[in-house]
């Protein structure tokens, strides 16, 4: 059993280097060209022209690994089809800017729209169609609540709320397909732990393919994976540890992917906070994610990423360990490592809006202008 881990993660890893060294060119000749914010970074600027949509590789690595090893168990169909939605929305975000040769694709609240009926239909599929209850499992327990209709609401928060920490953390080159590798492989140890081989058999491919980008991705980036990959990465381990979660009362279901994904969750709501706080829109792009900070403090872009590698390995162990701790351990654990973390994010200036915001310096305009 343990061997098809590690031939399904070979596989999508190889496979995703193929397509990236047909699909690179291809991409240069359509010219479907990275568009770089004037006020972002200067050292991004450089990469101005870089070719996109590189999430395409993963997808197509994704699909045929799927189908050559017949993985055909309804959840990871369902699974597979709405990432491939994810996948499409991702898309049509990267082929807007690239016609238009823009930063803007879809509008913030056409994205959530679609991630929204996603989200919906995943719901839909994983009750309805998989027959699985209105149920969640508690964390640090041994049981499970019935939610009812409040199921959807739920499930729409947790997997929109995921895809777009994700996407939000795709900032430097390397880090989300890094962090993803990393996030996916501690969810693979505790799917082969549990038996939850299914969900494990997919989740670890999407490991190797992120693996396999990789080898474009990593700084110097020969291309980006965009939206078109971003989107969907997130939406991932969100919708397997949902899926779970309704299929045992295991604490660990929710716990493993929550703690993994504990940097992008994290950077994304203190981004809220902070957007909020500062009277900027929340879906207004900044330069204050705590990628930035760290760069702001001297570091270059190897090693930022690095930090944010050992930051979500950090994380990942922390998860794969309180799951066998007691209830009060556990919490404790999982307590202060957080606190610690968001007091340093906070000293680096993740709460404060330091780099003006686009909004912020649009407003200025205005108001020099009357």
């Known amino acids: 059993m343990e061997s098809n881990y590690c031939i399904y993660l070979l596989e999508a890893a190889v496979l995703t280097v193929i397509c990236g060294w047909v699909g690179i060119p291809l991409l240069k000749k359509l010219k479907a060209r ?3 914010r004037t006020e972002g970074p200067k050292s991004h600027r450089a990469k101005s022209g870089t070719p996109t949509m590189g999430g395409l590789f993963m ?18 169909l369902w699974l597979l089809f709405l990432t491939l939605g994810h996948g499409l929305l991702g898309f049509l975000d990267d082929f807007i800017k690239a016609e238009k040769k823009r930063n803007l694709g879809l509008t913030a609240k056409q994205k959530m729209l679609g991630q929204l009926i996603l989200a919906v239909l995943f719901c839909w599929g994983v009750v309805d169609t998989l027959h699985l209850p209105y149920s969640i499992a508690i964390p640090f327990t041994d049981m ?13 928060l947790v997997i929109v709320g995921a895809s777009n920490a994700v996407n939000l953390t795709d900032g430097l080159d390397g880090l989300a397909s890094g962090c993803c590798v990393i996030a996916f492989t501690a969810y693979a140890v505790f799917c082969y732990m549990t038996g939850f081989h299914d969900l494990g058999y997919f ?14 991705n990593y700084h110097p980036a020969k291309v980006f994976m965009g939206d ?35 940097v992008p969750i994290t950077d994304t709501l203190l981004a809220i906070v902070r957007r909020k706080s500062s009277g900027v829109p929340i879906f207004s792009p900044d330069k204050n994610h705590l990628h930035h900070r760290l760069l702001a403090k001297g570091l ?17 162990c922390i998860a794969l360990i309180v799951i066998h701790l007691s209830l009060w351990i556990g919490i404790a654990i999982v307590a202060i490592a ?3 973390f968001v007091l340093w994010a906070r000293k680096l200036g993740v709460m404060q809006e ?7 310096m649009e407003q200025k305009k205005k108001k020099d202008r009357d």
């Open 34 to 36: 990275q568009s770089i």
């Open 59 to 76: 997808l197509t690595a994704m699909v045929l690994v799927v189908l050559f090893n017949r993985l055909l168990d309804p959840s990871v």
């Open 144 to 156: 499970d609540i019935s939610i009812g209709l409040l199921y959807y609401p739920f499930v729409v």
């Open 203 to 216: 989740i670890i491919i999407l490991a190797g393919a992120c693996i396999g980008f990789l080898f474009f």
């Open 228 to 262: 078109t990959g971003s989107m969907f990465l997130g939406y991932i381990i969100s919708a397997v540890s949902v899926m779970g979660s309704m299929k045992t009362v295991a604490t660990a279901v929710l716990i493993v992917p929550l703690l993994a994904l504990t």
């Open 300 to 316: 270059n872009q190897k090693q930022v990423v690095l930090v944010m590698y050992a930051l979500t390995a950090f994380f990942s």
């Open 338 to 340: 957080l606190i610690l």
């Open 354 to 360: 330091i780099v003006p915001s686009p909004y912020q």
